[in-house]
């Protein structure tokens, strides 16, 4: 597997990290009565990666601290997969993740941190112009994060769409060890090669080494949730790809299209998933 590639001293010489406490994340619409939210810490940084070294890589960890005065210790992690033409900040940026988190802690859901990393246009797989960034993810931001003291030996993938695929591949493939849950929102999943995805996949043969379909069984024992709009167009598809996927499962079709609406009305339920799993 090779060494994690980063060093704190390039960590840090390639941007210290920024924290930042989010106070007040009850969000609008939240009730006066619900119990006060935590604050949200959030990090940020980035590094040069030797998996796709043409660009900074950059990330963001959001850490929810103690309502009680008392330190939580290192929290298990949820590391989120962003789509097509996003980065990491989508999550908090757009779906409010961190206001989310939030309040999902404060109603006594198990609390845990969110961790978010740049990945391109990669398709979250290892691709002929030799950007690998599921080996990004396994041999340098999970380092990278136990360095930040989050608790990487309890850890859960979810993401939308590009991102929603790369972490149905991410768990299908067991590249993390104790893997303890799979959401995906609105995945980007095809069950045939077409010659014309030239963006998700090289060719025939790289769309078979990474073809989720073939691969559901793997995913018989871990706790999964999938999401898709019933306005979406990749809503066949989806269906498809649930219908004879082993094991019990949570998740449904809901109201929504393929856009930050419907991800946003789903998010409380799958932080609540991913909070169940990592309890």
Known sequence: MGSPGISRRSLLGLGAVAAASVAGCAGPGASSQEPPAPPIAMRSGSFTSRFRPQELTGWSLA?????????????????????????HRMVFDELDAGGVLARHVARGGTPFAIAAIDGGESWWHRRESGTDTQAMLVEEFLPLLAGQGADTGRLAVFGLSMGGFGALLLASQHRVPGLRAVAAMSPAVWSLYDAGRSDNFDSAADFAANDIFALRPELEPLPKRI???????????????????????????QAGGHDGGYWRSILPDVLAFLGKSLA
């Open 63 to 87: 850490v929810p601290g103690s309502t009680g005065g008392s330190p939580s210790g290192p929290l298990p992690v949820a590391l989120f997969l962003h789509g097509t033409g996003a980065d």
């Open 227 to 253: 999401d898709c709009g019933t306005a979406d167009n990749l809503l066949f598809s989806v269906k498809d790809y649930v219908k004879d996927l082993p094991g019990e499962h949570e998740g449904g079709f």
